[in-house]
């Protein structure tokens, strides 16, 4: 959860990691990610996980780190388009 923290001549946002791999469930701490999001130009990025596999990194609205799955299952599609 992002907290803002008001300052004298200016406001401090703390932002944290909910990236939590789809496969192996580890959660992947901030300094990990921080790193690596400072030389990114998108706003998203890959990021090998402990288990060997990649999976995408983003920001909610609040700043906020967040996982998802590079390759969507069969399962996960099926929802999609049977939503539209």
Known sequence: MTQVI????????LNE???ICPKCKEK???DKI????MKQ?????????SCKKYIGITTDMRG???????KPTK???KMLVDDK
């Open 6 to 13: 008001r300052i004298p001549n200016g406001i401090l946002t």
């Open 64 to 70: 906020d780190f967040i996982a998802f799955d590079l």
């Open 17 to 19: 990691s909910k990236a």
């Open 75 to 77: 399962e996960q599609l």
């Open 34 to 37: 921080e790193n690596k999001w």
């Open 28 to 30: 992947i701490p901030f």
């Open 41 to 49: 130009d998108n706003h998203f990025m890959r990021l090998k996980c």
